[in-house]
């Protein structure tokens, strides 16, 4: 099994609600990510869970807030977003040596309205 | 400030031909590099990779080479078909550690 799985595909909320992203993979992975994805831009790296323990956190904002549960699940909780968090989240693993590659999610397109 | 640079946002090529996408970094402590494609709507999927001590990786119609000195990387793929058309990101990443730092992606389109 070399597939890592997001739910929901889409998600429309408005900017008072509280949602989670939810992101799952099965491969043994030791590290997971998030990122955000706009229009025609690269992937930007949100945050790096590293044996399950938060390992980089690239100044995001605490409306948003992730959870690593377990090895093969990673969550992302959202409160109180902006029209502007409008994008493309995609969630990754990887083994934990440095080096190899991260596989990707499909993805979850966020619109806040 | 972009650690890894595409400057080609786009690129057309003929099916059968060979298409040829660029990356440059900055970073010098950089030593394992990757390609990634990615259709609308999708998640990237990884295409092939390269260690710094390699200067060329082949895999199928994919070869991705290594230049150090210039700090570039390219992408060849040949030949190309339709079904490459997608947007291709470069990245690059310190080995120790878990952070990608990609490019800001080129699409290519394979004209039947």
């Known amino acids: 099994d070399t597939e890592v799985t997001q739910t929901p595909k889409h998600l429309v909320m408005g900017m008072t609600n509280k949602k989670s992203l939810k992101c799952e993979q099965h491969m043994g992975h030791r590290a997971m990510y998030w990122y955000k994805q706009k229009a025609k831009k690269p992937p930007e790296l949100m945050f790096v869970?590293?044996?399950?323990?938060?390992?980089i956190n690239e100044s995001v904002p605490s409306r948003f807030s992730p959870e690593c549960p377990n090895s093969s699940l990673l969550n992302l909780h959202l409160h109180a977003l902006q029209p502007e968090d409008s994008a493309l989240y995609l969630c990754?693993?990887?083994?934990?040596?440095?080096?190899?590659?991260?596989?990707f999610g499909p993805g979850t397109r966020l619109t806040v309205t | 400030d972009q650690q890894v640079k595409q400057n080609s946002p786009s690129l057309s090529v003929q099916e059968g031909r060979i298409s040829i996408l660029n990356c440059d970094y900055t970073?010098?402590?950089?030593?394992?590099f990757l390609w990634y494609k990615k259709y609308p709507a999708e998640g990237p999927t990884f295409l092939i990779s390269i260690s710094s001590i390699k200067d060329k990786n082949e895999d199928g119609r994919f070869t991705v080479f290594l230049n150090k000195s210039a700090k570039h990387l390219s992408l060849h793929i040949v030949p190309s078909q339709p079904g490459d058309s997608a947007v291709y990101f470069c990245a690059a990443t310190q080995s120790p550690g878990n952070q990608f730092y990609f490019g800001t992606g080129t699409s290519l389109t394979v004209i039947p």
């Open positions: 869970y590293s044996y399950e323990k938060l390992s």
């Open positions: 990754a693993s990887s083994q934990v040596t440095g080096g190899d590659e991260q596989y």
């Open positions: 970073n010098s402590m950089f030593d394992y």
